[in-house]
């Protein structure tokens, strides 16, 4: 893994606090997001949100481009709308689902598997040959999540262990959105693949909640509760992930990705100080051992298959385990 250096430039410096500041920030979402989720109900949370970020999205293409949004060829068009429904619409989906039945701390391990299923999925593609450290890190990690689930599965806590399950689907969903992007981000670069793909999987979630939603007590919300969703919504959902993009571009993503591991004690500590949550030995064993396995997926040596990629435009190519978001759409941290 990269050190930084012993003497970093002012830049350097002033970059590296404000992706704490993001990270902290991330960290301290995930109890706020289990509150906004238990009085709005994931459907009425998703409504919310798929209402608001076209707004969003708009604001930013029409200070960007102006009237003249850039044009897709019709098989890009079509690759957008996949990415829009599997990678956000369907991500997003899951892990407020997750989010809703399991608890903060969990979530924020869980979801933090993503590395490891964008490996899988790069060798079910035959994109990626996986080594001997990496197959180590994966088990590793794997048997960390067992141990992480085991209370709850020995409990026969089926709503929070569904959730959990629910959540790991959540972040493999994530993984394909991270793969699948790659080469349309190459051609059209991150902030259009970002806002066509956001538009894309609108209308549908949109459809999905919109009838679900009625049946929210939209008057029992709390005011400060409303407040805490515009900001998930437009601060952590929108502004963050821009302020992540500048500080990969301004450090780089290697130096970058690790301050991402500091999200879970982030979330634990929040969530225990917000809700009370307790913490098991097993749970935080098994939180260790499965960011352990993650990061050593993610970390250790690699190299690509020996056959020669497809020339299709479409066709999905190999990307850096640790993108920023700058590069890759947004939701790396896929819950937000």
């Not at 850039?70 to 991500?91: E, F, I, K, M, Y």
């Not at 969990?106 to 990626?128: D, K, N, Q, W």
Request: net charge positive; glycine share 8%; aromatic share 10%.
């Amino acid at each position: 893994m990269p050190t930084l250096p012993e003497n970093p430039q002012p830049a350097s410096r002033h970059s590296l606090f404000v992706g704490l500041a993001v990270v902290i920030a991330w960290g301290l979402n995930f109890p706020l997001q289990k509150a906004l989720l238990t009085a709005m109900q994931p459907e009425g949370f998703l409504l919310l949100r798929f209402a608001l970020m076209p707004l969003l999205v708009a604001g930013l293409l029409l200070w960007r481009y102006g009237l003249r949004w850039p044009r897709v060829s019709n098989r890009d068009a079509w690759a957008l709308a996949r990415l829009g429904l599997l990678g956000q619409g369907l991500h997003l989906g899951l892990s407020s689902y997750g989010i809703h039945f399991s608890t903060p701390f969990s979530s924020s391990v869980l979801l933090a598997c993503g590395p490891v299923f964008t490996l899988l999925i790069l060798r079910a593609y035959g994109l990626e040959t996986l080594q001997r450290a990496q197959l180590a890190g994966i088990a590793v990690a794997a048997a960390g999540a067992l141990l992480f689930m085991s209370d709850k599965l020995l409990a026969a806590d089926w709503r929070a262990g569904g959730g959990d399950a629910v959540l790991l689907l959540a972040a493999a969903m994530f993984s394909y959105y991270t793969v699948a992007a790659k080469p349309l981000i190459e051609r059209h670069g991150a902030v259009l693949v970002m806002c066509y793909a956001s538009l894309a999987a609108t209308l549908p979630v949109l459809i999905y909640a919109a009838p679900l939603a009625t049946r929210v007590a939209w008057a029992a919300v709390p005011p400060l509760l409303w407040l805490g969703a515009l900001w998930a919504v437009v601060g952590i959902g929108f502004v963050t992930w821009l302020a992540w993009g500048w500080v990969n571009a301004q450090r780089g993503v290697a130096r970058t990705a690790p301050l991402i591991y500091l999200m879970p004690p982030v979330a634990g500590l929040a969530a225990w100080a917000s809700t009370g949550e307790q913490f098991s030995l097993a749970k935080v064993l098994g939180a260790a051992i499965t960011l352990g396995g993650v990061a050593l997926a993610q970390f250790a040596p690699q190299r690509r298959a020996r056959q020669p990629l497809p020339s299709r435009p479409d066709t999905l190519v190999r990307p850096r385990l640790t993108e920023s978001p700058q590069q890759q759409p947004h939701h790396d941290t896929p819950n937000h």
